[in-house]
């Protein structure tokens, strides 16, 4: 976990991490599965995609009374093909960097999904 950590912020301050393999950070509880993510509010282009090995989620909301949140949400279950309410931020509230619940899929199946975006 902790490589995986250090190849976020690798990616967050500019520098592009190794084109290996794409690992995303996931981890598997009973029946949620975790992702992290990193938001661009107030984007001119909103839409989910990768940077490297970053999931980048942009939104054209701002972050004004958790209007970006509402629109990560949403935003990422229209990417995952899935409800929103199934979807929940378990830590980030109100930073860029946020740590997701993913109901119902595992991590395999968000995997898949994942690996689909357009790469930035």
Do not use: W
Not at 8 to 23: C, I, N, Q, V
Not at 36 to 61: C, D, S, T
Not at 65 to 92: F, M, Q, W, Y
């Amino acid at each position: 976990e902790a490589m995986i950590s250090r190849r976020l912020h690798s990616a967050l301050r500019g520098r592009r991490p190794s084109k290996a393999k794409l690992e995303f950070t996931m981890t598997e509880r009973q029946s949620t599965t975790t992702l992290e993510i990193k938001v661009k509010p107030g984007a001119k282009l909103p839409g989910v995609r990768r940077e490297g090995e970053q999931i980048v989620v942009a939104v054209a909301a701002r972050a004004i009374e958790g209007a970006a949140n509402e629109a990560v949400i949403a935003t990422l279950a229209k990417a995952l093909k899935i409800a929103p309410s199934r979807i929940t931020i378990l830590r980030g509230h109100r930073g860029r960097l946020k740590l997701l619940g993913v109901a119902g899929l595992s991590s395999d199946e968000l995997r898949a999904h994942l690996e689909r975006l357009a790469v930035a």
